[in-house]
């Protein structure tokens, strides 16, 4: 079965603190692995998609890094519009390309 | 970039009533919608794909006769929970993109919508 975990569950940091988010995931086959942002009462917004081991995606203060067997979202000198939760989601070779989510890391940025 | 139109974004109504969300893919058509379904503090978990022209596909668990869901042109996805219990409340978000011919792309989410059954 496939699983996505996501580490720390909240993450409270002092606005320029950098610190980084970690998504683990067992699957058969990974087709791509999706990082997103969710505020709250909304729908989660699309941040990265990366591909394969070693491939590195940024976005102003964002960067995702991935291995075989696990994800980073460093986020660098963060600022309190930062805030939210962020959510790992993966997809493997089938018919569809269906996600998995982990439970997200609630990130609250301090100013 | 896609943008992915839910309405209404808030339904309070009462225990025995049917609700209808609709999901509009607004700059691109999709042949498959998916339904996630979001409880306080968890993440979003698969209820159904959509796919338009045929019957949706729902994941295990998840009743068929209870969410209804058409996909009855290429940019227009509806669900409907049908005699909605408080136990029905939750929030739920649609997305679009990520197959067929937009493989290439990633699924991209709606704003949601909170149901509250009374």
């Known amino acids: 079965e496939d699983q996505v975990t996501q580490s720390p569950e909240a993450l409270r940091l002092q606005e320029g603190e950098s610190s980084s988010l970690n998504c683990s995931y067992t699957?058969?086959?990974?087709?791509?692995l999706f990082w997103y942002r969710q505020d709250p009462g909304k729908g989660p917004e699309f941040l990265f998609t990366?591909?394969?081991a070693g491939e590195e995606k940024e976005k102003e203060r964002l960067k995702a890094t991935l291995t075989k067997k696990e994800s980073f979202l460093h986020i660098t000198a963060p600022k309190p519009e930062d805030s939210a939760t962020y959510l790992c989601a993966v997809s493997v070779d089938s018919g569809y390309s269906t996600l998995t989510f982990g439970k997200g890391t609630m990130l609250l940025v301090s100013p | 970039g896609a943008v992915v139109s839910q309405h209404p974004s808030w339904v309070i109504c009462k225990s025995g009533t049917s609700v209808k969300i609709e999901c509009r893919s607004l700059d691109f058509q999709a042949t498959t919608m998916f339904w996630y379904r979001q409880f306080p503090k968890q993440s979003l978990m698969l209820m159904a794909t959509?796919?338009?022209?045929?019957?949706?596909?729902?994941e295990q668990g998840v009743e068929k006769d209870k969410f209804l869901i058409n996909h009855a042109s290429l940019t227009l996805s509806t669900l409907t929970v049908t005699s909605a219990h408080p136990e029905d409340s939750s929030f739920y978000i649609c997305?679009?993109?990520?197959?067929?011919?937009?493989?290439?792309?990633?699924?991209?989410f709606g704003d949601g919508t909170r149901l509250s059954i009374l």
């Open positions: 959509s796919n338009e022209g045929s019957k949706a596909t729902y």
């Open positions: 997305s679009a993109g990520g197959t067929g011919t937009l493989s290439n792309q990633p699924q991209h």
């Open positions: 990366l591909y394969s």
């Open positions: 699957v058969s086959g990974l087709r791509g």
